[in-house]
């Protein structure tokens, strides 16, 4: 059994079910009613948590910055970055009714600190752990704030080399925290499939000794699938009520009805990995009877007859001498007279 890590009450790692979060982010378009209703949808898809983003857009970018290529085309490019995330703020006394609300649905509640003040909020209404955005890998200084708190930290390394992942789950270790997740990510909306390389995740999972998922960007449900079928022990996707809402990441989200979609997907797909161990399942005992083949009488056979390979058949049902007897009955004598097409047994033999 590999290293597993607790957040809540669920176990996260080898052999535990893979931990599903409904990722909300800002597609509650800074209004608290609609953040609730995703709230309402992520507990209505079978997800285990869901997560937001907690930042002051003050905090976070310059006035002047500019959008990214995927935000302009969702969000139009006539306001800057800042102009967006300020539409995109909830006030901080909202993280404590929505962290409720969650708890209410059965949910574990995450959010994405995107600063210090953040961090500390979010520690205020006691968060089980605190999830990283992939673009905050290299902000060491905020890492290094997040693992005083000695939660468990889950990081996506979207955009991130190698060396700058050890740098950050070192900075994580030695300041205090000693339960990581990495997720594998490719920080692009939408991301295409040809550039996720699930495969990545075995290779974190090696080089850090720590449970291993994938927070997803792509279209669709089929990657994440794919990725819990790989070992993904945790896997993110967004979500959204309604992909033609106005904001930057409805477009890369799915819709409930999506989701639960995928979250079934997920729990067939670690169902069907099963132990590893080849043997016929329950299901096969009854049906191989039908499936399998016999050792048949080809001809009418009379007692005292030596069997010829040209007298017997191979036929179903399986109920018979099995096939791979034929050897050992050649040259026996038929104790008895055998019809056509009758299954042979053992006792009508000498």
Not at 19 to 30: D, K, L, M, P, T
Not at 34 to 50: P, S
Not at 169 to 178: F, P
Request: aromatic fraction near 4%; hydrophobic fraction near 45%.
């Amino acid at each position: 059994m590999g290293k597993r890590v607790v957040i809540g009450n669920r176990e996260i790692g080898d052999g535990a079910p893979c931990f599903i979060i409904a990722e909300a982010g800002v597609n509650h378009n800074g209004d608290v009613r609609l953040a609730g209703r995703l709230i309402d949808a992520a507990a209505d898809t079978g997800a285990d948590a869901v997560k937001f983003q907690t930042f002051s857009a003050d905090a976070l970018v310059l006035p002047r910055a500019e959008k990214a290529e995927y935000q302009r085309e969702t969000t139009g490019s006539a306001e800057s970055q800042h102009g967006m995330l300020k539409r995109l703020e909830l006030p901080e006394t909202d993280f404590a009714h929505l962290a409720a609300h969650a708890a209410g649905k059965g949910l574990v509640f995450l959010s994405s600190p995107f600063d210090r003040a953040s961090v500390d909020l979010l520690d205020r209404i006691n968060v089980p752990a605190f999830k990283i955005a992939s673009g905050e890998i290299t902000n060491l200084p905020l890492l290094a704030h997040v693992a005083c708190r000695g939660k468990p930290v889950i990081l996506s390394t979207g955009m991130a080399t190698l060396r700058e992942i050890e740098e950050a789950v070192r900075t994580l270790r030695e300041g205090g925290t000693g339960e990581i997740i990495l997720l594998q990510c490719v920080t692009s909306y939408p991301a295409p499939p040809s550039e996720v390389n699930l495969r990545v995740m075995e290779g974190l999972r090696q080089a850090f000794q720590v449970p291993v998922g994938f927070s997803d960007h792509t279209l669709g449900i089929g990657v994440p699938i794919a990725a819990a079928a790989l070992g993904a022990c945790v896997v993110e996707k967004h979500l959204t009520l309604d992909r033609d809402l106005p904001g930057p990441d409805h477009r890369a989200s799915l819709e409930p009805v999506e989701f639960a979609a995928m979250v079934q997907g997920i729990r067939d797909a670690e169902a069907a990995l099963g132990d590893g161990i080849k043997r016929p399942t329950a299901v096969e005992i009854e049906i191989r009877k039908a499936a399998r083949k016999s050792i048949v009488a080809a001809v009418h056979i009379p007692a005292g007859t030596i069997l010829a390979p040209e007298m017997l058949d191979l036929k179903r049902p399986g109920t018979g001498i099995s096939p791979r007897y034929l050897p050992q009955v050649v040259g026996r004598k038929a104790r008895k007279d055998i019809r056509k097409d009758e299954l042979l047994a053992w006792e009508m033999l000498s």
